[in-house]
């Protein structure tokens, strides 16, 4: 395996200026860093990243915080931010923490208090004050995916907004028994996205004379705890509603798969919608608000490496790009 020293004798050059050339450690002209370059590059010679380290005080590493990664808005963030950063030389260390779990507790108090990394991507974080400021005290910039964090540049979501027009579609459709699906459980931990969410589902309702139809239905936001939680509520006739509006499109999916296991025609007796544009929401024909995660996490990345490197303008929130596509799930119901 080549070494610096075969790198700098290919190139024509002392050690040190070889790796000064290869690590940005130094003033190196323009000539001699693409003479050392392309030495490195046909004896396939990499500087290690504690050697860049050590040169620079950067150690080319991003901190990725999400709460989960078995999700699939979760794993398209994680694939954007890892599909930007690996043309730009950095390395992602990703960590897993729930809210309120101990992992959540030793990823502040150990592993981000080693400060290997030179920025912080934190996803869905709740923006509770404890959090904030142990955030701030790393020292580090930090970009947040999400709720907004007071301080911290944030692409996020109008979730009130975007609730609404789903709601709003419903309505225009003539329906006024809706339910939103998909609220938080009391024995979960508060979950800032869905609980304005429901709010926009509560204002749309309000905004048309139906505040007497509001109706939470709590879920995990899952497909197997929202077919449960379907196959409570729908199996009552008389109280069934004939619109839901899931709180995201895997809580929209469970529904469905528990109105036809029912016997439960969609749309023709129960119309539904969701929130994400879903890799499995054309599947089953699921009217919904497209996002777009993955590139989510590529713009929050290209945000903190422009930090990083001092680029970054004034802290503001920027709301990510949303789409409503209409399909099949959804049709006005049998009385209109």
């Not at 790796?19 to 392309?38: E, I, N, Q």
């Not at 931990?189 to 309702?205: C, F, L, Q, T, W």
């Not at 999916?253 to 129960?270: D, H, K």
């Amino acid at each position: 395996m080549s070494g610096i020293a075969d790198v700098a004798r290919l190139a024509g050059v002392s050690k040190s200026t070889a790796s000064r050339a290869l690590t940005g450690g130094g003033y190196v002209s323009d000539d001699t860093r693409r003479r050392v370059s392309d030495a490195a590059t046909s004896l396939g010679y990499v500087p290690s990243t504690s050697a860049v380290s050590l040169a620079t005080g950067r150690t080319r590493t991003i901190a990725l915080i999400v709460p989960k990664v078995n999700r699939w808005y979760f794993g398209a963030i994680v694939e954007g931010v890892e599909r930007t950063l690996i043309p730009r030389g950095y390395d992602v260390t990703l960590y897993v923490a729930e809210p309120g779990s101990h992992d959540r507790e030793s990823l502040y108090s150990t592993y981000l208090a080693r400060k290997r990394f030179d920025g912080i991507i934190a996803v869905a974080l709740e923006p509770d004050d404890a959090d904030l400021e142990r955030l701030a005290n790393i020292g580090k910039p930090v970009v947040s995916i999400g709720n907004a964090l007071s301080g911290v540049p944030t692409l996020g979501l109008d979730n009130v907004g975007i609730t609404r027009i789903i709601t709003q579609h419903l309505i225009a459709l003539g329906h006024t028994d809706i339910a939103f699906v998909g609220s938080t459980p009391p024995t979960d931990a508060p979950a800032k996205d869905v609980d304005e969410r429901s709010i926009g589902y509560r204002n749309a309702m309000n905004d048309h004379g139906l505040a007497v139809r509001i109706r939470d239905v709590p879920s995990t936001l899952t497909i197997t705890d929202a077919y449960g939680a379907a196959a409570s509520f729908l199996a009552d006739a008389a109280s069934r509603p004939t619109g839901v509006v899931a709180a995201c499109d895997e809580v929209a999916i469970g529904v469905i798969i528990a109105a036809r296991r029912m016997g439960i025609s969609v749309p023709t007796e129960l119309s539904v919608v969701g929130i994400d544009g879903h890799d499995y929401a054309e599947m089953f024909s699921l009217t919904t608000i497209e996002q777009f995660p993955l590139d989510q996490g590529v713009e929050a990345t290209r945000l903190l490496l422009s930090m990083i490197e001092g680029e970054a303008g004034p802290v503001r929130r920027t709301e990510a790009a949303t789409r409503l596509v209409v399909r099949a799930s959804t049709a006005p119901p049998r009385s209109v």
